[in-house]
């Protein structure tokens, strides 16, 4: 209990820090330049871009799922590195209040850790975003997207946003069209409350599967950054 009261202590601090942090890489995260094809594997992939997938590599092999990656049937939702750095970063923070040395290295934390937490964002089976039905965040009743089983076990759920066509008349009058306007793939955790994640590209396709990839912006790795630090930190 005092461990969660020191997390969630340093969580209005954390928080300024993501803002400003945020900011960086987005150009080529909302560029949307990614290749549709890649002739390789997920792995490949990923190797391939250690601009944006460097620290994620890492984790991958610390958790012992290169295999998977590599030669399964797959769907994969990429967490870039600045999202494992939110989660780490407020890791260090917990520590050093602690008085215990900080994560310099990623080995530092426990393999346990990484695979737990990345299984989250491995689903079997390949999927595109038009496998997926519509989500409305706002009314989940009525769109509430689909429940799957991820890879470690853990009950996700994946949709499909429908955005609004935006528009003004002559007289100036907003004109609004519901649902007709651009399509975005949500990836969507209940664990720490309801935290939906859009993804910033979707729909590479490899040879083993789809690669859809987290907006950095809007996502910390394992979704909550002090449930992440708080489990961290008990297996350290």
């Not at 991820?150 to 649902?179: C, F, H, P, T, W």
Request: hydrophobic residues 40%; contains cysteine.
């Amino acid at each position: 209990m005092k461990d969660m009261n020191i997390i969630r202590y340093i969580v209005g601090a954390f928080s300024m820090l993501v803002v400003l942090f945020s900011c960086e890489k987005s150009g080529y995260i909302d560029s949307g330049t990614y290749p549709n094809n890649y002739d390789g594997t997920i792995l490949q992939y990923l190797d391939s871009r250690p601009e944006l997938f460097d620290s994620l590599m890492k984790v991958v092999k610390l958790a012992d799922m290169e295999a998977v990656l590599n030669n399964d049937n797959i769907t994969f939702f990429a967490p870039p590195d600045v999202t494992i750095e939110k989660s780490v970063r407020l890791l260090n923070q917990v520590l050093f209040i602690q008085g215990r040395d900080t994560v310099i290295d990623l080995a530092q934390v426990n393999p346990i850790v990484w695979k737990e937490y990345l299984s989250m964002y491995v689903f079997e089976e390949r999927r595109s975003l038009k496998d997926y039905p519509q989500l409305d965040t706002l009314k989940m009743e009525s769109f509430p997207g689909q429940g799957f089983i991820a890879l470690g076990g853990q009950n996700m759920n994946i949709g499909v946003l429908y955005n609004d066509v935006v528009s003004k008349n002559n007289a100036g009058v907003e004109q609004r069209v519901k649902y007709a306007g651009y399509r975005q793939l949500y990836l969507s955790n209940f664990d720490f409350g309801i935290i939906h994640t859009p993804i910033a590209t979707s729909d590479i396709r490899t040879r083993n599967g789809n690669l859809h990839v987290l907006n950095i912006k809007k996502h910390s790795f394992g979704f909550s950054s002090i449930n992440f630090a708080n489990r961290a930190f008990s297996l350290m």
